[in-house]
């Protein structure tokens, strides 16, 4: 059999995926800018994103665009208490310990999800509709045509600021410079707490985005968010659009990847990808501001 | 007088010197190295308390404490290997669950499938995940901080999808089942009180081991990679070499490890390898305290003594255990023997202060 003639229809599957993964790495990177922190907990804010819209429908029976509004707004919550709960008090410790506590954060947010919401994998209904469009022999699901459009909307919400309001060039420089940012009466930690918060949105909009295409269950997202931060390492580490690109890069190399390799070994292959770009380019597709080329 | 020895003279080995010097290398690797100075602080008092307590502790504990305490050896010996790389070299590896799981099913494979006794298999064991550490760690310890965690969490990821896909070799999800009890020359390690000694035994051996090499060259070595790399290379360090051999040392350890967990369980299966052994590991380590080698063994016997009574929780143990492990870093980021006994030197160097003050203003 010619693996090849699958090529088209796994390269729409891997732009979708590959959207997903660009979500979840600007989360990462909004983060990355304002502290240097790594929050290992970032593929939570997603599972709970899709989880807890489900909830709102099924539970407390909101429609459907109020009860994700609400769920993105619980979520923005739940990363602000993390901020608060977890990262506040640790704030001087040394990176080991820091990526201890989000693992734990992580542990605890997964399992107390499950406790409150079961640990059935929960689904939502499409946007507008599951009947495939037909392009050119390839068949996408409208829900596919949302997520990139909302990947393309929120990286330009994000660009815009970071780059174009007052807040957001603070959060870059107390990660660039914290004695500088100190200096010019910048209140660094409260900064930390607002790029919690915006992280936490972007991976709820995108768990509430991938919940109708794939099934979230509370265990989810330990794996989407390390491939959303080998994203923002393949694209370049700390940039906006490093990130988007590298989600796409890696969403597009997992999915050809099943036409040649047997199915079961694809969540193996984002790994791989991460060991050669770490081996070969360590700064990423697109460069890094945060990594010297020659050490770091 | 003493005729010297003429150096231009061939000297003649035989085989049985070699095999007798590399015996006593083995032993030397052990025993405390008599050129080392301050000897006598080789092997203090307490360490006699250890061993004596060690051995009499089955006296007190029933049988199921006595396997966990099986268990809490085991997973020791994973935390003194790692306590070289992780709290001497100062470097971060979240994949030495994989190292253990190379360990496990090398046992598991090769005394089901290929009839070899576990005694061999138990030095394959270390050997091919020595040999796994070597071909990972030569690329990816050039990482530092988050990349170097990432890098070993990815290869624990890639370990555990090879593990489960390639069921021909591994068994797949189930895994293999009937691993023979550990046994040396007809003798089988069969109950549990018998297991704990074997593994209390390898972990003393081990401990004896790490103490000799911390002491040695290459301990000095990785204390000074571990402050400031830049400052080690420019007396003449090889840092990368050293990085990758303590890295090899420690999957080693880890490997020994996984052998002695497959023999125990008598099965081995990917669901324990995972990244939540991983993190159990390097929290024994942090909660043992940096750069110190009995506070891992006492953090294990503590942490899955804590796993073992969560369990009992039900659906409630893993956010407990998430919670206490916050808890457990956000107050004791130094380790939990580190600080208590620098608060009780504290208290104790103040109150004789004020002896000292008091009998002054008299």
């Given amino acids: 059999m010619n693996p090849w003639i699958h090529i088209p229809q796994l390269l729409a599957a891997g732009i979708t995926m590959g959207a997903i993964y660009a979500l979840v790495a600007l989360g990462f990177v909004i983060i990355v800018r304002a502290s240097q922190i790594l929050n290992f907990a ?49 704030r001087k410790a040394s990176v080991l310990i820091l990526i201890m506590a989000t693992v734990g954060a992580s542990i ?3 399992n107390t999800s499950a406790l409150l919401f079961g640990t059935l994998p929960k689904a939502l209904p499409p946007f507008s509709g599951d009947l495939p469009l037909e392009l050119g022999g390839i068949r996408i ?13 929120l990286f330009f919400v994000l660009y815009f600021l970071s780059h174009r309001t007052l807040v957001g060039k603070a959060m870059e420089a107390s990660s660039t410079d914290p004695l500088g940012a100190d200096l010019s009466g910048i ?78 070994y694809k969540d193996a292959v984002a790994f791989v990808v991460l060991l050669l770009i770490l081996y070969f380019r360590p ?5 890094s501001p945060y990594i010297d080329s020659r050490r770091w | 007088m003493v005729k010297k020895y003429n150096k231009g003279s061939r000297i003649e080995y035989r085989k049985r010197d070699i095999l007798f010097t590399a015996g006593l290398w083995l032993v030397s690797l052990i025993l405390p190295d008599p050129h080392l100075p301050y000897r006598r602080e080789f092997i203090k008092k307490r360490d006699f308390f250890y061993v004596g307590a060690l051995l009499l502790l089955p006296l007190i504990l029933s049988g199921p404490l006595v396997y966990l305490m099986v268990l809490a050896g085991i997973y020791a010996i994973v935390a003194l290997g790692l306590s070289l790389f992780l709290g001497y070299a100062g470097q971060i590896s979240l994949g030495h669950a994989a190292f253990f799981g190379i360990g496990a099913y090398t046992t598991a494979i090769l005394t089901t499938r290929y009839a070899v006794s576990p005694l061999e298999a138990f030095g394959a064991s270390a050997l091919a ?34 593990v489960r896909e390639s069921r021909s070799l591994t068994g797949g999800v189930s895994g293999i089942f009937g691993v023979p009890w550990f046994s040396v020359a007809g003798f089988a390690f069969d109950t549990s009180l018998k297991q704990y000694y074997l593994v209390w035994g390898v972990l003393i051996a081990l401990v004896l081991f790490a103490k000799n090499l911390v002491r040695s060259k290459m301990g000095r070595t990785l204390l000074a990679v571990a402050a400031s790399e830049d400052a080690a290379a420019s007396v003449g360090i090889n840092v990368a070499q050293v990085k990758v051999r303590v890295f090899v040392l420690s999957a080693a350890f880890a490997g020994l490890a996984g052998s002695l967990f497959a023999c125990v369980l008598s099965t081995a299966n990917p669901q324990g390898f995972g990244l939540g052994l991983s993190v159990l590991v390097v929290m024994m380590v942090i909660m043992g305290g940096m750069g110190n080698l009995y506070g891992p063994i006492f953090a294990a016997i503590f942490l899955t003594w804590l796993t073992d009574v969560l369990g009992g929780f039900q659906e409630y143990s893993l956010p407990i255990y998430g919670v206490i492990l916050i808890l457990l870093l956000i107050f004791f980021p130094d380790g939990v023997g580190t600080r208590l006994n620098e608060r009780l030197i504290y208290l104790i160097s103040y109150w004789g202060r004020k002896r000292r003050r008091e009998r002054v203003d008299i």
């Fill in chain 1, 42 to 90: 970032q593929g939570e804010f997603v599972m709970l994103g899709g989880v807890v819209t489900f909830f709102f429908i099924t539970g407390a029976g909101l429609p459907y665009p109020l009860a994700a509004l609400a769920a993105v707004l619980a979520v923005i919550v739940i990363g602000f208490l993390l901020h608060l709960l977890v990262v506040y008090p640790l």
């Fill in chain 1, 141 to 153: 699901v409208p829900q596919n045509l949302w997520v990139l459009g909302a990947t393309f909307l």
């Fill in chain 1, 187 to 264: 209140a660094r930690n409260f900064m930390v707490f607002l790029a919690f918060g915006v992280s936490a949105g972007v991976g709820a909009i995108a768990g509430v985005l991938v919940t109708p295409i794939f099934y979230t269950s509370y265990n989810a997202g330990t794996l989407l968010g390390l491939k959303g931060f080998i994203a923002a390492v393949v694209g370049g580490w700390g940039k906006n659009s490093g990130a988007v690109l590298g989600g796409f890069v890696l969403g597009v190399v997992e999915s050809t990847s099943i036409a040649f390799i047997p199915a079961g």
């Fill in chain 1, 108 to 110: 605890v947010i997964s």
């Fill in chain 2, 129 to 162: 995940a020595a040999v796994c550490a070597y071909l990972i760690g030569k690329p990816i310890l050039k990482l530092k901080g988050y990349f170097l965690a990432l890098a070993t969490l990815g290869f624990g990821e890639i370990f555990l999808v090879m």
């Fill in chain 1, 283 to 287: 700064k990423g597709i697109l460069g």
